[in-house]
């Protein structure tokens, strides 16, 4: 008897930590393959993220992928981009 096939999908944002030949719970790891990515729309990151779709499209306008009408990004890109960044303004508070 042949050697039984699975398929294990994994989302992360960053690539889990797995090598080939690799024994996990019993079975060897031979073959890994990263989906093609998929744009997404801006509706879908403002929703994601709780910012509007007009802020999603000043923002992400360098990525923009799609049409004048359809806004599509990269959601990989976009996360980097949309990250929190703790931007500090003003001077320091006096104590």
Known sequence: MGALKYTITVESDAPPQLFLGAVIGGATVVEMRQEK???????????????STATVRRKLAAI???SEGKFLYDPVVALQLLKDSKTKRGRKRAN
């Open 64 to 66: 923009n992928q799609g």
């Open 37 to 51: 990515v998929e744009l997404i729309s801006a509706a879908e990151i403002a929703q994601r993220y709780g910012i």
